[in-house]
Structure formats: structure tokens, C-alpha cells
């Protein structure tokens, strides 16, 4: 029986999962403020970028969704000026909304992303498998859809499409358009609802990240099937998170492992 059987929905995570940065948001920061005028040391931007980034989503989760203080522009633009505040390089106000304008829109683009090893790969061999499948029912129906749940912005969709990924999805949802983040199960159910696919259960559900807690276990936690995309060893994981939590059948060191072992049926959902 085909690994992709009973599925009738797949998702994925995207950075680190079908997308990933070009080099580290803090060293992209500093090639930018230096055509702004605003020298830093590239590594303490990078340490000081991880560290704010840390704090932001402490005091304001979700990108700010929830603060009446701040839009997510704004949540992005006080995190760019701590992190070059931090680095020693304090950026005027009467620039800081144009270069905090400028890096929102230059990280919708392929100047900061570039697709995750095998993820294209993957993304082409499920569309063969949804066309096969559409032939061999009779119907024309695919039999599964594909789309992203994402603890990410509104840009997402305009990165996605800056990326040529955005067709072989039918949805792409964003934690904070959807007003709640992984691993909340709420964002699952939502994008059970945005497949639009009639009498779809949990069970029938896949979804693939990196995140050990908020793609593997949250989507668990669901009642969906899961794949863990690692560069840690399973025991590593179990050790970590617990032999209750991870499944070793279901953690990959790539996405052309478990394309590999997708597309050789030696998955068991």
C-alpha cells in the first residue's frame, strides 16, 4: 500500500522546513545598514538579532497580534532597532522606518530566502502523485490537497510566491492572520477547514517540520500524523523531548530521506 494511502491532507512548516535564510537575519542586517550609512559588527548583530528576537516574542508573541501597542510592522521595527541599538549602532528615527520598511520587503524575496534542500524535489513528486491519483479515481479529484501552517506574518504568501512554491499549494496559513500560533491545535483545525475538503478528519492529516514541540508534537497533540524533519539523531530527540513524544519512524534527517522513503512506500501512517 502506498505511503501516502489514507492522506487527504498535507502541510508543511516553512523556515528551516521548504524555506530557509540565505545566511543569518543579523548578518543580512549589517550588509543592509551599510547601505544605510550604519556600520556594525556583523557577529554581534547576528548574537544581538537571536537575543531581541527571543525577548520580542516573550513580551509580544505572535508578531504583536495580540498587543494593542503594536502592529507587526511596528513589532519588526523594535526589533531591528534594539538589535543594531544593542551592536552599538543607535539608527535615527528619521531612518529607521525606511530601513525597517526596506528589510520587510527585501525578506519577502530571494535575496534573503532560498528553498530548503529536497524541498522542491518533494513538493514536484507530491503534484505527480495528486495528478496520478486524479487519473487513476475516474473523477479528477486529487487525493490530497497541500498547504502550509506557518507561525509567520502576513508576508507569507507574497514569499511564497516570490519563491515559486505558492502553486502546489492550496492554502497557506499564518499564525498571525489566524490570531494563534503552533503548537496551539486550533491552527490545525483551521487548516483542516481551509482545505475545503468534505468529511476530512484529523487521522487523514499529515504535517511536516523541523520543530520537535511546535510541528511534531503539536500536530500530534491534533490528532494529525507527523513527520519530524531534524538534523539531531531520533535518540538525541527522544532523549530531549521523551520516548513518549518522538517516534523514530517518524523522524528524518532530510527531506530527501523522507522523500526517499515516501516514495518507496516505507512509511506506516
Known amino acids: 500500500m502506498s505511503s501516502l494511502g489514507r492522506l487527504r491532507l498535507i502541510t508543511f512548516d516553512v523556515t528551516n522546513t521548504l524555506l530557509q535564510f540565505r545566511s543569518s537575519p543579523g548578518k543580512q542586517y549589517g550588509e543592509i545598514g551599510a547601505l544605510f550609512g550604519v556600520r556594525c559588527n556583523n557577529n554581534d548583530l547576528v548574537k544581538n538579532f537571536r537575543a531581541n528576537w527571543q525577548k520580542m516574542n516573550r513580551l509580544y508573541p505572535n508578531f504583536g497580534r495580540h498587543s494593542a501597542l503594536l502592529e507587526w510592522q511596528q513589532w519588526w521595527r523594535e526589533l531591528i532597532a534594539n538589535t543594531f541599538a544593542d551592536s552599538g549602532a543607535r539608527i535615527p528615527e528619521d531612518k529607521i522606518e525606511n530601513f525597517s520598511k526596506h528589510l ?120 494529525w500524523n507527523a513527520a519530524l524533519v531534524h538534523e539531531k539523531n531520533a535518540e538525541y530527540l527522544m532523549e530531549k523531548y521523551g520516548e513518549d513524544k518522538i517516534d523514530p519512524s517518524y523522524v528524518f534527517p532530510s527531506l530527501y530521506d523522507f522523500h526517499k522513503k515516501l516514495a518507496n512506500n516505507n512509511i506506516v501512517w
Open 104 to 223: 520587510l520587503e527585501l525578506y519577502k524575496t530571494s535575496s534573503c530566502w532560498q528553498h530548503c534542500n529536497g524541498s522542491v524535489d518533494l513538493l514536484n513528486y507530491l503534484r505527480m502523485q495528486q495528478q496520478l491519483g486524479a487519473r487513476e479515481n475516474g473523477k479528477g479529484e486529487q487525493p490530497f490537497v497541500m498547504g502550509v501552517i506557518a507561525n509567520f506574518d502576513p508576508r507569507l504568501p507574497k514569499l511564497l510566491g516570490n519563491l515559486k512554491i505558492d502553486h502546489f499549494l492550496e492554502f497557506a496559513l499564518n499564525s498571525y492572520d489566524c490570531k494563534v500560533e503552533k503548537p496551539s491545535p486550533e491552527i490545525f483545525d483551521m487548516a483542516i477547514k481551509a482545505s475545503k475538503l468534505k468529511d476530512l478528519k484529523p487521522e487523514q492529516c499529515l504535517h511536516i517540520g523541523d520543530g520537535p514541540t511546535t510541528d511534531y508534537m503539536a500536530a500530534k497533540g491534533a490528532g
